[in-house]
T-cell receptor, first 110, second 116 residues
Framework: DAKTTQPTSMDCAEGRAANLPCNHS???????VYWYRQIHSQGPQYIIH???NNETNEMASLIITEDRKSSTLILPHATLRDTAVYYC???????????FGTGTRLQVFP | DAGVIQSPRHEVTEMGQEVTLRCKPI?????LFWYRQTMMRGLELLIY????????DSGMPEDRFSAKMPNASFSTLKIQPSEPRDSAVYFC??????????????FGQGTRLTVV
């Protein structure tokens, strides 16, 4: 399975865009990038996923570089409720395994 | 839908006792996962089932741990005998596309296990 590297922590002002980077330089052609987040004491929550095209949904946008070696999760207007640990995960196609790393702890401040 | 339901939410038990954690997946989902979370090791995948069949149990720490899924609406994770180092939050998750690309896993609220 491809490994991911994320910064340990980040801060963001409320109302500003939060850009969370993820490095997955060993990703293979059939591996998807998933983002989940975990708000304190709760179970992880799915945010978005992609293969090679940029993706957007009601929660966030996912930008994947052309070589697919890195991606960025964008929360366009961060709120205090977005304070959480964000996990970037690479999932091997054909399996159900989602292997969580250490994630990025995002702190949104007023 | 009520989401993934886990019980109990909290469990305190003495070392050596048997512990059974329960999970009801979202109706219609065909994959179920058990994770364990600790400060030291983060979120670890213990085992997952597809169509009630265990597919990968390589994350189960040792023979003291066992998991079953007798039907599509129920799964258990059992620890016998329990040890203090088993103290953790155990999460159950389910998804509706076993091997498809858009696999979104939905997690329960977890069971906080404390073994004293």
């Amino acid at each position: 399975d491809a490994k991911t590297t994320q910064p340990t922590s980040m801060d963001c002002a409320e109302g500003r865009a939060a850009n969370l980077p993820c490095n997955h330089s060993t990703i293979s052609g059939n591996e998807y990038v998933y983002w989940y987040r975990q708000i304190h004491s709760q179970g992880p929550q799915y945010i978005i996923h992609g293969l090679k095209n940029n993706e957007t949904n009601e929660m966030a946008s996912l930008i994947i570089t052309e070589d697919r070696k890195s991606s960025t999760l964008i929360l366009p207007h961060a709120t205090l409720r977005d304070t959480a640990v964000y996990y970037c995960i690479v999932r091997v196609g054909g399996t159900d395994k989602l292997i969580f790393g250490t994630g990025t702890r995002l702190q949104v401040f007023p | 839908d009520a989401g993934v339901i886990q019980s109990p939410r909290h469990e305190v038990t003495e070392m050596g006792q048997e512990v059974t954690l329960r999970c009801k997946p979202i109706s219609g989902h065909n994959s179920l996962f058990w994770y364990r979370q600790t400060m030291m090791r983060g979120l670890e995948l213990l085992i997952y089932f597809n169509n009630n069949v265990p597919i990968d149990d390589s994350g189960m720490p040792e023979d003291r741990f066992s998991a079953k899924m007798p039907n599509a609406s129920f799964s258990t994770l059992k620890i016998q005998p329990s040890e203090p180092r088993d103290s953790a939050v155990y999460f159950c998750a389910s998804s509706d596309t076993g091997f498809g690309p858009s696999m979104k896993a939905f997690f329960g609220q977890g069971t906080r296990l404390t073994v004293v």
